[in-house]
């Protein structure tokens, strides 16, 4: 009987096509990161101990540092209601096909008289140069508004609206702007929102680190 | 590296005279660039779902003037925000002969002791935090501070945000200014 011979292989194994694979991936991972939304408005948020996740569908209220206020309608199904809403109870005098140009639009950051106008430009204002809606005592837009969001959403479950209600502002933001987007609340008879924050770790040593460690 | 030198082995022997160049493998090692690769990936991965944005809740009282609810004197923990991440508090109720002792000024890194130190010296029952915004802090501040009570294991219902008063105002005012706060 002759010998079986066992061929002698090399032990180092072609790595291209792991290294194909790393690549691949790392590509995906870079491209998938910056294909977050892209801020329009540039707003550097609190942080807070919450852990809570955003909700995907929600309505955000974003103050940006200047004092500006404006309003993202972010749940789709009832964005062209709320719209169509404010414009038969505020008579802004929007045709149906202004009102659908209208809904393209991502956020809200004009004040409710000049929307019209707005509407009739070819490209839309600049995101920096939108005035943002009127928040003053004495000029309340945001009061308007969340009155035809409460006006589209009454029926619903109320708790589910309060969770969608998203404040976004920036940590430069005065506080009386905060105040007025909470009187608008107030009158709508919401007393239950969410305020969207950057995750932040507990103080260790802090009373609720230790009540959360028992 | 390990697979450079693979098809010349040493033992070959030449003819004196003749020069033959060595054959090199043209096979790189990879394995330093695959690692590299994963580390990035894993670097990735991490940012990604770290830097991810949370909601805080928040509850605010009905404006009912007809349910005012009466706090304690011994209980009560003022605290009001200021320009430039100044905090300022007082305990109780201010009296007009004692402002200067009871007003204090402090910053958002010394609060939370504060906080935690009227906690454990007063009967949960009459354990109130008045927070108080004035109009120059900022949204942060006033996050900040609600997080504090989160921090500082406050029970909701032991903490609520009030109108500042003009007496305050004018404290907090005479104290920037004294301290030079812009």
Redesign the interface.
Known sequence: MPKVKIPRK?T?VD??A??DV??L??TF??L??KQKPPEVLAVQ???????????DKSLIIT?TKDGKAFLMLGDETKKADILSNINTSKGLNLSAAELSKWGKREFIGLPLNQIKSSLALTTPIAAEKLPGIPTDSTNNEMVDWMRSITNVYAGGDQSKLEQMI??K???????????NI?EA??KTDI??????????T??IG???YN?AKK | M??MN?SSGGSHKKGPGVKKSKKQSTRV???P??DL??L??TF??F??T??????????????DTTQQLKVKNSGAMTVL?GKGDQVYYYFGQLEADKLSQQFKSTTFKEI?KII?DK?NGTPIGDLMYIIK????????????I??EM????VPPGHYAEVDMTPTEELLIKQTEEANGIK
């Open positions: 090399s180092s790595m291209t792991m290294c790393a690549f991936l790392l991972f870079i998938a990161t948020t609190p942080s807070s101990v919450s852990a809570k996740a955003v909700p103050l998203l404040v502002g920036d940590n430069a933001a005065l506080y009386p702007t905060f105040k909470k609340f107030k007393f239950k929102f969410r305020i969207v924050t950057n995750g932040e507990v103080p802090s009373e609720l009540s | 390990a697979e693979t090692d990879l394995t660039m695959v690769g994963f990035l990936i990735f991965v940012t990604t770290m830097s991810q944005s949370t909601a805080m809740n928040m509850n605010e009282p009905k404006d925000l939370r935690v906690k915004s004035d109009k120059n802090s900022t949204f942060k501040n006033a996050i900040d609600l997080d989160t921090i500082s294991a």
